[in-house]
T-cell receptor
């Protein structure tokens, strides 16, 4: 079955600390992985896509097919990174997306 | 570009009534996705539509739910004979035809069934 798991509901770190938001997936084909972010009182928006291999706002994510993981990392968290983060998965035709339940990141001053 | 619009933002219906949720995609976007979010859960895919076509409706309940995206006008998610379990936030997202992976989300409609 296709599934995206985000094991942490809440992650609290201090400003300047490294942060890693975990995402594991289960998918029978060749997946496309994404991270979405929702800042307070804003809409859900795409943060990054694994295939682009970009760093957005200092965040990176590497697809590890052996461990079926796509963890989101940032070496030095900032207070403005506080938000809900959702990991999502799709097949190559993008007909359907599976979202994890989300991790709330709280960066403390 | 005003972004994806959804209306109403809040909708209250009594059990047995019909709910109609509207989604106006961004200009130039011909793909629309509908999702449902229950409290403390992630988004659950419901249906994917392109103009006048349903591409994938595997996430839609078999009864009472329907969706359309006509040639003109917004996409509509219709829930007939609502029950308490339909209470949720419903989100739509649109994407351009050449980048269907790039979803732009609306603000959502919160449906409450009393």
């Amino acid at each position: 079955a296709q599934r995206v798991t985000q094991p942490e509901k809440l992650l609290s770190v201090f400003k300047g600390a490294p942060v890693e938001l975990k995402c594991n997936y289960s998918y029978s084909g060749s997946p496309e992985l994404f991270w979405y972010v929702q800042y307070s009182r804003q809409r859900l928006q795409l943060l990054l896509r694994h295939i682009s291999r970009e760093s957005i706002k200092g965040f990176t994510a590497d697809l590890n097919k052996g461990e079926t993981s796509f963890h989101l990392k940032k070496p030095f968290a900032q207070e403005e990174d506080s938000a809900m983060y959702y990991c999502a998965l799709s097949g190559g035709n993008f007909n359907k997306f599976y979202f994890g339940s989300g991790t709330k990141l709280n960066v403390k001053p | 570009n005003a972004g994806v619009m959804q209306n109403p933002r809040h909708l209250v219906r009594r059990r047995g009534q019909e709910a109609r949720l509207r989604c106006s995609p961004m200009k130039g976007h011909s793909h629309v996705y509908w999702y449902r979010q229950l409290p403390e859960e992630g988004l659950k895919f419901m249906v994917y539509l392109q103009k006048e076509n349903i591409i994938d409706e595997s996430g839609m309940p078999k009864e009472r739910f329907s969706a359309e995206f006509p040639k003109e006008g917004p996409s509509i998610l219709r829930i007939q004979q609502v029950v308490r379990g339909d209470s949720a936030a419903y989100f739509c997202a649109s994407s351009p035809p050449t980048k269907s992976y790039e979803q732009y989300f609306g603000p959502g409609t919160r449906l409450t069934v009393t």
